[in-house]
């Protein structure tokens, strides 16, 4: 590489241009930054100077030449009309363009570029996630889950974000999902502890008094601790003998009262702990759970998190010819369970290898395919609820007997979730029955009862039922 400082005459008008580079493309790297010009494939590349006219930089033979003018700002236009950026939000801004045309190619060079633009917090944080994005397209879970790692951690990125964003449908149905939800839920410093922090809040609002309970375990325990180094060399005594000595069995006893109360103490905390892990993995697959799509009978497609309220889905997972049979059964309660709101969801083990949709899943298709809104950086949170509010009562007239699962290979992976979590193997037959609030009700091996799903639920209209929302 050979970088001159020199001016030279560069155009028909004898404008003054300054020679930033005289590079030969068999050396140049793919990516290459010059001055305020971010320059890709070098050897495609041509530099056009608004308001004059004429390229100002053009190929001569094995070697590419770029002017910068100084009397207008420079841009690098490639033969396709793609505009190179200057500073990293407009590296993004490309980029994301680029992606909503199916160009994942040119969005993660853009993204990749970004990041080397050196990008605020927010350009950086929105280059790792739609470089993610572009990766989760292509197929690649490890490079997307590094480029979230990275984005959690140090630019705190809203693990909800990752649920919410149907571009990120396909990285959902990868096991390197699985990997980063499991590790953002226990939070630390590899991930950040912005997802944890939410569990933890919504299981404080569904076991408010765990917090008082474990504040009192280590109280108790520090009491007990405390009269034991007490009580430790009154036994001491007790055991030398002399005059004054305490008795023997009375400190004994004393002592082994204060040893047993903090053993007990340390068993209840920790075992408080493990049942709000548990709580925490269970409220994670129900976030989870909320996020995924099915497709209504009117082609509509809606995450179920939109269903609560007025509907209590019902899952059936197993073999083709076990969830043939259980639908026949249910298309006698029809009418029945319309009345208690119930939709149900036939999962076919397997046939998530041959999803269609999945099989056409590129760039924006799955955002174009559902409903769901993620809410845009600076929109209000109040905006969104307005418009779900809006989309339920269309929801509502919509929603029939029995619903499509969309992107089967995700709604397969969380049933084995659940499953493993229930004790059941992964992969027998199973049904799973959801509140009207999403959290799940019952679940069991096997195909439902109808019947007795018929006489167990209530009505929509009951007293019940307004209660469980």
Not at 275 to 291: F, G, N, P, V, Y
Not at 454 to 469: A, G, I, R
Request: glycine share 8%; aromatic share 6%; net charge positive.
């Amino acid at each position: 590489m050979v970088i001159l400082q020199q001016p030279s005459v560069c155009s028909q008008r004898n404008c003054l241009a300054s020679v930033l580079a005289l590079v030969s493309p068999s050396h140049l790297p793919r990516e290459l930054a010059v001055g305020s010009l971010w320059i890709t494939k070098p050897e495609l590349w041509s530099i056009r100077l608004e308001g004059y006219g004429g390229t100002r930089c053009k190929k001569r033979k094995d070697y590419v030449v770029v002017c910068n003018s100084g009397k207008s700002d420079a841009k690098a236009v490639a033969p396709d009309g793609i505009t190179s950026a200057a500073t990293a939000k407009e590296a993004v801004e490309l980029g994301l363009a680029q992606f909503s045309k199916g160009r994942v190619k040119e969005a993660l060079s853009n993204f990749n570029a970004a990041l080397n633009l050196n990008p605020g917090p927010e350009e950086a944080q929105a280059a790792l996630y739609n470089k993610a994005c572009c990766h989760a397209v292509r197929g690649e879970g490890d490079q997307a889950a590094k480029a979230l790692r990275t984005a959690l951690r140090e630019y705190d990125l809203k693990f909800s974000v990752i649920l919410n964003d149907p571009d990120m449908a396909a990285f959902r149905a990868m096991p390197q999902f699985k990997e980063l939800q499991d590790e953002a839920r226990k939070g630390g410093e590899e991930i950040g502890n912005s997802f944890r922090r939410d569990l933890k809040l919504i299981s404080e609002v569904q076991a408010p008094f765990r917090g008082v309970r474990k504040f009192f375990y280590v109280a108790f325990s520090l009491a007990a601790g405390i009269a034991t180094l007490f009580t430790v060399p009154r036994l001491i005594l007790a055991i030398q003998g002399g005059e004054g000595a305490p008795g023997i069995l009375e400190t004994s006893q004393n002592l082994a009262i204060n040893l047993g109360g903090i053993a007990a103490f340390v068993a209840l905390f920790i075992w408080d702990n493990k049942k709000e892990e548990e709580q925490i993995a269970r409220i994670s697959r129900d976030e989870t759970l909320s996020r995924l799509p099915v497709q209504l009978q009117s082609n509509r497609i809606v995450e179920l998190s939109q269903l609560r309220e007025s509907t209590r889905p019902i899952i059936v997972a197993g073999s083709k010819e076990a969830v043939a049979k259980t639908m026949q059964r249910a298309a006698r309660f029809r009418e029945d369970l319309l009345k208690r709101g119930v939709l149900v969801i036939p999962i076919v083990w397997g046939s998530g290898n041959e999803d269609p949709i999945a099989k056409k899943r590129g760039f924006g298709s799955a955002q174009k395919q559902t409903t769901s809104t993620v809410i845009p950086v600076g929109q209000d949170e109040f905006e969104k609820k307005a418009e779900d509010v809006a989309a339920k009562a269309v929801i509502q007239a919509e929603r029939r007997f029995k619903a499509e699962a969309v992107s089967l290979v995700e709604w397969e992976r969380w049933i084995r979730d659940q499953q493993k979590s229930e004790g059941v193997t992964p992969g027998e037959d199973v049904y799973i029955i959801l509140r009207l609030d999403g959290r799940v009700r019952k679940s069991g091996r096997g195909m439902p009862d109808w019947t007795d799903v018929v006489n167990e639920l209530p009505t929509l209209d009951s007293v019940v039922s307004k209660l469980e929302k």
